[in-house]
């Protein structure tokens, strides 16, 4: 069974800052990763997929690591603005369609 | 230009009742995914239809059932909705079974 935990659970930055937030998983055996932004009340929007053969993705400021082996993943998010508030949700793929979710990183950027 | 669509938005109810939730896809993905994310938030799978076949059912109670007419919608019926089904749903669909995922806006269920 696979299982994903995320660290920490809420995080509180000053604007500027670069942070990461962290996303480990029990079974290596996964197709890929993928990294969502969830604001308050509504959807999750993707931010960056990593497929299992792949060690990172970049999308602008967001830059997005993977460790098989180690079962990891960070999300790296360059000058954080008030804007990235929001709760960060890793997901893990894997057996042809089954997906786990960790419980999120809720970050607040303060201006 | 949405791309998930879910109807309705919110959703009032009492206990015992059917009701269903509709999903729709504009993106020509051939599969898609129903989720149920509870009041403390964790969000875990519910079923994942590929090309109109059933490829997951996580251990949900039959009282839900999913429908698929065509590849661009995946609908959930609940009958008997119970206290516990209080939530909210989220559709999402991809290419292929393994590829990225995107979301629907998400339909909060509440049963009184």
């Known amino acids: 069974k696979q299982e994903v935990t995320q660290i920490p659970a809420a995080l509180s930055v000053p604007e500027g800052e670069n942070l990461v937030l962290n996303c480990s998983f029990t079974?290596?055996?996964?197709?890929?990763l993928q990294w969502f932004r969830q604001d308050p009340g509504k959807g999750l929007t993707s931010l960056l997929l990593?497929?299992?053969?792949?060690r990172e993705q970049t999308s602008g400021r967001l830059n997005a690591s993977l460790d098989k082996s180690s079962g990891r993943s960070t999300l790296y998010i360059a000058a954080s603005q008030p804007g990235d508030s929001a709760t960060y949700l890793c997901?893990?793929?894997?057996?042809?369609?089954?997906?786990?979710f960790g419980d999120g990183t809720t970050l607040t950027v303060k201006p | 230009d949405t791309a998930v669509s879910q109807t309705p938005k919110y959703l009032v109810t009492q206990m015992g009742n059917d009701k269903s939730i509709k999903c729709e896809q504009n993106?020509?993905?051939?599969?898609m995914y129903w989720y149920k994310q509870d009041s403390k938030k964790f969000l875990k799978i519910m079923f994942s239809?590929?090309?109109?076949?059933?490829?997951i059912n996580e251990t949900v109670p039959n009282r839900f059932s999913p429908k698929s007419p065509d590849k661009a919608h995946l609908n959930l019926h609940i009958n008997s909705l119970e206290l516990g089904d209080s939530a909210v749903y989220f559709c999402?669909?991809?290419?292929?079974?393994?590829?990225?995922?995107?979301f629907g806006p998400g339909t909060r269920l509440t049963v009184t």
């Open positions: 997901a893990v793929f894997w057996d042809a369609g089954k997906s786990t």
């Open positions: 993106l020509g993905h051939d599969t």
């Open positions: 990593i497929q299992s053969s792949q």
């Open positions: 999402a669909s991809s290419h292929g079974r393994v590829s990225e995922q995107y």
């Open positions: 079974d290596s055996a996964i197709y890929n």
């Open positions: 239809y590929n090309n109109k076949e059933l490829i």
